[in-house]
């Protein structure tokens, strides 16, 4: 059986987060997706989609006061995202569903949200003999429950006119990230290049969409990761 424990939630004093001993640990690509998002008095509420142990909603609970709904398929991950929201007395604000996030029009059916995040799957299936058969593992780094088409059908749904949709992806697959934005009239506004060695080109992008925006595109300068003593100062001058 699989150990619970609980964990410092990186360089964020005030919060706790309950993860696996021996798998599923919260990633960078989450961290900087929370640090990425822009949040105003506005907002009114968030939508993550892919959840997790709820590291987004989580991080995002110290920016707002916003309510933060999330979803997350797996049973054994909501559980942890439960306990870490109860821990840290969180369940006022965010409410997780250990549900299927194509299944949400049985929850949310007129539900618009002003922001959605999702730390997505990262790889096509393509030939399952390359895929993990550790299916926790399987199911959150290969677009087996949900793909980046699906992403963005969600948010052109549930999304406000001018809501934003916030991603974390390979920059690798930019390209489809564009062309579906367009397809789905969440145009992609501003790109963030994600490095993690000085020596090496970056691997990670963040985008924001934004919902019937006009097109235009702005990139920010490549950051190195390395380079910052605390990720919630990389974004804050942009």
């Known amino acids: 059986m699989n150990k619970m424990e609980l964990n410092d ?3 964020y004093p005030n919060l ?10 919260f990633s960078l690509d989450s961290i900087l997706l929370a640090e990425y998002v822009k949040i105003t008095k506005t907002t ?3 939508l993550d989609l892919c959840s997790g142990n709820a590291v987004v909603p989580l991080i995002l609970s110290t920016k707002t006061k916003a309510h933060i709904d999330g979803f997350e398929i797996q049973e054994d991950i909501f559980e942890l995202a439960k306990e870490s929201i109860l821990y840290n007395k969180l369940d006022e604000q965010i409410t ?7 299944m949400i ?8 949200y002003d922001i959605i995040t999702c730390n997505p799957p990262f790889f096509k299936v393509n030939n399952k003999a390359f895929i993990n058969d ?3 593992l399987a199911l959150a780094r290969h677009e087996i429950s949900i793909t980046l088409e699906d992403v963005f059908k969600i948010a052109k749904s549930h999304l406000n006119t001018k809501g934003e949709l916030y991603l974390v992806h390979r920059l690798e697959r930019l390209d489809e990230i564009i062309i579906l934005g367009d397809k789905y009239k969440l ?7 994600i490095k993690t060695k000085e020596d090496n080109k970056p691997s990670i992008v963040l985008v924001r969409c934004v919902k019937d925006a006009s097109r235009g595109i702005k990139i920010n300068n490549i950051k190195n990761i390395n380079e910052y003593t605390s990720y919630q100062n990389m974004f804050k001058e942009e």
């Open 134 to 136: 550790f299916s926790p």
């Open 96 to 102: 997780i569903y250990n549900e299927d996030i194509k």
């Open 187 to 193: 145009n992609v506004k501003n790109i963030e290049l």
């Open 16 to 25: 706790k987060i309950y993860q696996y001993k021996k798998y599923f640990k």
């Open 44 to 46: 009114k509420n968030i």
């Open 9 to 11: 939630l990186f360089d």
């Open 105 to 112: 029009d049985e929850f949310k059916k007129n539900e618009k």
